[in-house]
């Protein structure tokens, strides 16, 4: 079965510091992609940032940017100068049964961004 | 330009009972997936849907159905509620097919008493 795993149920941090939020997968596609979704209370889940698995650079999208470590299948969100309103819930997801379509969510982090 | 609607935002039914969930995708997008989201947990996919076939089904219960309109909207479908089926319910809808970037609907939360 595909997995992913977050680790950090809970993350905290000030307003302007940086944050990264770890996320480890399974997956058995050789091309795919992996995304960061939050989710904040209005419960509508955003594409925060979106990474092709083909490519060796780490996407980057304004103040988000993922480390993206293919054959350690490690794929972290790091957050810049973080924002009050960067407080949500964030879950990675990555494709299973055999298409990108389908996706699977970690239990999701947590984050909350103190002024 | 409209995002994805969900309706209704909000459900109450009692067990055993059947709901009917539905969602009109983004103008132009052929693929609708369905995620059941429990409380606490990240969503699970229940179906997707891309040019009114279904291409995929997680590991739901045969109470679970769903279709797709020609014009690209879709129902979700659960018979016989249970208590475990109170949940927020997700549509997304993408482009295509190859799981590029899906837009997600603000769910109904269904609760079964």
């Known amino acids: 079965a595909q997995t992913v795993t977050q680790s950090q149920p809970e993350m905290s941090v000030q307003e302007a510091e940086t944050v990264t939020l770890s996320c480890t997968y399974d997956t058995s596609e050789n091309n795919y992609y992996l995304f960061w979704y939050k989710q904040p209370p209005s419960r509508q889940m955003i594409l925060v940032i979106r990474?092709?698995?083909?490519?060796?650079q780490n996407a980057t999208e304004n103040r988000f940017s993922v480390n993206f470590q293919k054959a350690a299948k490690s794929f972290s969100l790091k957050i810049s100068d973080s924002q009050l309103g960067d407080t949500a819930m964030y879950f990675c997801a990555s494709p299973s049964g055999g298409s990108n379509y389908k996706l699977t969510f970690g239990k999701g982090t947590l984050l909350t961004v103190n002024p | 330009d409209a995002g994805v609607t969900q309706s209704p935002t909000h459900l109450i039914k009692t067990r055993g009972q059947h709901v009917t969930l539905r969602c009109s995708p983004i103008?132009?997008?052929?693929?609708v997936s369905w995620y059941q989201q429990v409380l606490g947990q990240g969503p699970q996919f229940i179906f997707q849907?891309?040019?009114?076939?279904?291409?995929g089904r997680g590991n739901f219960p045969d109470r679970f159905s769903a279709r797709q309109f020609p014009n690209y909207s879709s129902e979700l479908n659960v018979n016989a509620l249970l208590l475990g089926d109170s949940a927020l319910y997700l549509c997304a809808s993408s482009l295509v097919d190859q799981g590029t970037e899906a837009f997600f609907g603000q769910g109904t939360r269904l609760t079964v008493v």
């Open positions: 103008s132009g997008h052929k693929s």
């Open positions: 990474q092709e698995a083909y490519k060796q």
């Open positions: 849907y891309y040019e009114k076939e279904e291409r």
